[in-house]
């Protein structure tokens, strides 16, 4: 399978979505898909230059601190994969409200059950998704009605919330947690992983000085290949122009955070939902492109901030002519 | 009743060409019928909306142009979902009715069926909760637990996009059971109905292999409609036949929602389901058809004219 090229559930050569008009599109696989996804994910990126690597991370830098001195007093602004599309998407609809209160649900938390139950089958200490989740939960409430006092090697942050709720509630929880668990086992054959991949992880934050500006990656697959690693992206919904950006800001922010040597080989996407794949090398034109990418998402919630802090309306930078898309 | 769905033949090799052939005809179909598409807002396909618009274009438009309603068979239907979703999950409740509004409370996005049941007269709502519990207990007589190792997984969300993300065909499976297909099919559909049986059941179902066989590039190799007031369960082997024969049903009423969606006008097509319509005051041949011009309330109650009941089709009572 070619760089770059689609991976669907319409398997051998059928045309998928709409291409790219600089990547091979709709080149599918053959069924079982999880050993072609895996072989997407685990063959050797090719030789790579990253020439201007570090020249491009101190230009991002040197930007995003500036568009952090614009923001109003109150609280930082911290971009994830999330905000980034949505103010790429819409950017005249932007909005961040500086009281962002976050309300845990079955939905926002199956990621963070979901990504230690695939890890405990990846390690063999589950059987299935469904035990392994089951098992997460367990322990989680336990080690939630056990804490006395803050403890950062405590339980999970969501252990607090699940632990006052109904049978209900809890059931839901569990029960989101293992569809989205399932999704991501069923994507790989893990036993063809020469290393055992990190499963989820801690996420790259790149931060300004001062802090007021941050950047946080998150990917849900590291796995080590000779010499770099290759990243797996599980997102929602399907694959639309944005593919690129999706998939290429977990690198960069990589490159920010931990320099050049961080920067995967390759970013392998999975849209479960529906059944896309994705696979996008990582090299400086992309890296590039989603430097300025990030870079207009952060001026449109910038202005945003600036709109909410004045009650006047302010057009934002990363609207009209600088929209950028991937295709 | 596991057995049944596991079927115990040997399941059907699957078609490498078939999704991407499925996919080819609606890509192809979509553009020779539509012409280019905008950049606007995808039109986004549900089962509902489908059935809707393909009985009656003008029922679809009115019935678009209000918030949801929420009435009690709604609100039961989504009380016994979550009630179903919590046995296939837990394996166990000591009340569903209760468990099955916490789970709706929680999960945040069907507040309007929350308060309505929190709104709801103390005789009304006791009403509702023995009909919950009456439909959980025929879920646990019915549904001996699931083995994790058939990998169940429950209200899974599909999403195939066309024509460049223009038209995107949208589903949320009750419950899906099976490790993703290799050379042969092996994953089954159920989806839960709390109401009595109509047509258009088997549509939808047939609807979801469709999806299903686009998303991953293997269709289920059976669907299947549990009725938890009853118990019954009905379910089909997937052919390839069935599956191209929903997609010419798929095609047509996608591209009568793509019409409206760009302003077409709708056009009225008389039915038996005319009294019912919320846009009968505004139809001149649905008033026709209906007699009246004011729509009726409430469900179809049975020995009344009906074009959506259905008889049994292949048909077994759960057996615990």
Request: aromatic fraction near 6%.
């Amino acid at each position: 399978m070619a760089q770059g090229d689609a991976v669907t559930g319409a398997m051998n050569v059928h045309v998928v979505t709409r291409p790219a008009p600089d990547a091979g599109c709709g080149l599918a696989v053959t069924l079982p898909r999880s050993a072609s996804v895996t072989e997407a994910l685990l063959a050797l990126p090719p030789e790579r230059a990253l020439d201007g690597a570090t020249a491009l991370a101190g230009w991002l830098r040197g930007e995003l601190a500036a568009l952090a001195a614009e923001l109003p007093p109150g609280p930082g602004l911290s971009i994830d994969a999330w905000r980034l599309l949505s103010a790429l998407r819409h950017p005249e609809h932007s909005s961040v409200s500086a009281d962002d209160s976050f309300v845990p649900s079955p939905r926002i938390c199956r990621r963070a059950v979901g990504i230690a139950a695939v890890s405990r089958c990846v390690r063999g200490w589950s059987r299935s998704p469904a035990s392994a989740v089951a098992e997460v939960l367990a322990a989680a409430a336990d080690d939630a009605t056990r804490q006395q006092a803050p403890d950062p090697n405590g339980p999970p942050w969501w252990a607090a919330w699940y632990l006052q709720l109904p049978s209900g509630g809890r059931a839901a929880v569990a029960a989101e947690a293992v569809t989205w668990a399932t999704q991501l086992f069923s994507a790989f054959e893990w036993d063809r992983f020469d290393r055992p991949p990190v499963i989820g992880g801690r996420d790259d934050w790149w931060r300004t000085a001062g802090g007021r500006l941050a950047l946080q990656g998150r990917v849900e697959v590291r796995a080590q290949l000779d010499g770099t690693t290759a990243f797996a992206v599980v997102a929602h919904g399907w694959s639309d122009t944005y593919w690129r950006t999706r998939l290429g800001f977990p690198a960069l922010v990589s490159l920010l955070a931990r320099g050049e040597r961080a920067v995967p080989g390759r970013v392998v996407g999975i849209w479960p939902a529906s059944g896309q794949i994705r696979v996008l090398p990582v090299d400086i034109p992309i890296l590039r492109q989603v430097a300025d990418s990030v870079l207009a998402a952060a001026a449109t919630l910038v202005d945003a901030r600036l709109e909410s802090a004045s009650g006047a309306p302010r057009p934002r930078r990363g609207a009209g002519g600088h929209k950028p898309r991937d295709t | 009743m596991l057995d049944r769905l596991r079927g115990d033949g040997e399941r059907p090799v699957v078609d490498p060409g078939l999704a991407g052939g499925l996919r080819d005809w609606l890509e192809v179909g979509l553009a020779e019928r539509l012409g280019p598409l905008s950049d606007d807002r995808p039109v986004r396909v549900t089962k509902e909306r489908l059935n809707q618009v393909l009985v009656c274009e003008a029922h679809l438009a009115a019935s678009q142009e209000g918030p949801r309603p929420v009435t009690m068979e709604l609100a039961r239907g989504s009380l016994v979902d979550a009630a179903f979703r919590h046995w296939i999950t837990v394996g166990r409740s000591d009340d569903p009715f209760v468990d099955a509004l916490a789970a709706l409370d929680v999960a945040g996005d069907q507040a309007d069926v929350v308060a309505f049941v929190e709104g709801l007269h103390a005789s009304e709502r006791a009403q509702l909760a023995a009909d919950v519990a009456h439909h959980a207990h025929s879920i646990a007589s019915g549904w001996p637990l699931v083995s994790h190792r058939w990998l169940p997984r429950t209200q899974e969300r599909i999403e195939v996009p066309l024509v460049g993300g223009r038209v995107i065909l949208t589903a949320v499976v009750d419950l899906l059971l099976g490790a993703p297909a290799g050379e042969r099919a092996s994953v089954c559909l159920v989806e839960v109905k709390s109401g009595a049986r109509r047509l258009e059941h088997r549509s939808d179902l047939l609807y979801y292999a469709l999806l299903e066989t686009l998303r991953t590039g293997a269709p289920p190799f059976k669907v299947a409609t549990y009725y938890t007031a009853s118990g019954d369960i009905d379910d089909e082997a997937v052919t390839e036949d069935l599956i191209t024969g929903v997609l010419v049903r798929v095609l047509e009423g996608t591209v009568r929602l793509v019409r409206l969606a760009g302003g077409a006008a709708p056009v009225p097509s008389p039915n038996p389901l005319c009294a019912w319509c919320v846009g009968l005051p505004r139809c001149l041949p649905g008033q026709g058809r209906a007699g009246t011009s004011i729509p009726r309330r409430g469900r179809l109650e049975d020995g009344e004219e009906s074009a959506h009941r259905a008889p049994p089709a292949v048909s077994v009572r759960g057996a615990g």
